[in-house]
């Protein structure tokens, strides 16, 4: 079946870790992204990417890194993780541009102590 | 900047009662608009888009209208299920980056 996979579905982790976020989609879409959802604050975006090879930062960046190798994966990255990244995390994917439908990931569950 | 404002929640109604939930945005170009829809434990779901002023996105008897005049795209059903009951956003695309309100929880009792 066709769509999106994060992992891992839940993480806790302790403050000062390092950890990446997987997110692998199979409908060869150009463009992905990668979100937070906090309560009362709805989704707010982290990076994107247009295209293999390309990143953009979105409106909360600081403290994670994504790269994306090829079409298919863009894996999220906590340097150094702190209690304030405690969130669930969204990958989403489009076929272009943002006036394309996104498609979303089930989310992981991240809990740095 | 840009941002999406959607209305508070929860909205609690009665099964078949009529369903409005406000969304407003502010935007230095021209947006696409959207609505997705998140139930439990899930992640988010298109439920409609509309992407130039006037059009109307509809879906599953939800309706929204790109009003420009007013910079709004309120979402409305006529008659809610208890199936509907999960958490809407309101979005606009714009520039290479999308903009998701706060979502407002929808509770349709029996």
């Known amino acids: 079946i066709a769509g999106i996979t994060q992992a891992p579905t839940s993480q806790i982790l302790a403050a000062g870790r390092r950890m990446t976020l997987r997110c692998t989609q199979d409908?060869?879409?150009?463009?992905m992204y990668w979100y937070r959802q906090d309560l009362g604050l709805g989704l707010r975006l982290i990076h994107y990417?247009?295209?293999?090879?390309?990143?953009g930062k979105g409106e909360v960046p600081d403290g994670y890194s994504v790269s994306r190798a090829n079409t298919d994966d863009f894996p999220l990255t906590l340097a150094s993780a702190v209690p304030s990244q405690t969130s669930v995390y969204f990958c989403?994917?489009?076929?272009?541009?943002?006036?394309?439908?996104?498609?979303f990931g089930p989310g992981t569950r991240l809990t740095v102590l | 900047g840009d941002s999406v404002t959607q209305m508070e929640g929860p909205v609690t109604l009665s099964e078949e009662a009529f369903l409005t939930i406000n969304c407003t945005y502010t935007?230095?170009?021209?947006?696409?608009l959207f609505w997705y829809v998140q139930y439990p434990g899930e992640g988010l779901q298109l439920l409609l888009k509309?992407?130039?002023?006037?059009d109307k996105g509809s879906n599953k008897g939800f309706e929204a209208t790109y009003r420009k005049e007013t910079t709004s795209f309120h979402l409305e059903k006529g008659s809610v299920q208890v199936s509907d009951s999960a958490v809407y956003f309101c979005?606009?695309?714009?520039?290479?980056?999308?903009?998701f309100g706060s979502g407002t929880k929808l509770n349709v009792k029996p």
């Open positions: 509309a992407t130039k002023a006037d």
């Open positions: 989403a994917s489009s076929d272009s541009a943002v006036t394309d439908t996104q498609y």
């Open positions: 409908m060869r879409h150009n463009a």
């Open positions: 990417s247009n295209t293999a090879g390309t990143t």
């Open positions: 935007a230095t170009g021209y947006p696409s």
């Open positions: 979005a606009l695309g714009l520039a290479n980056k999308f903009y």
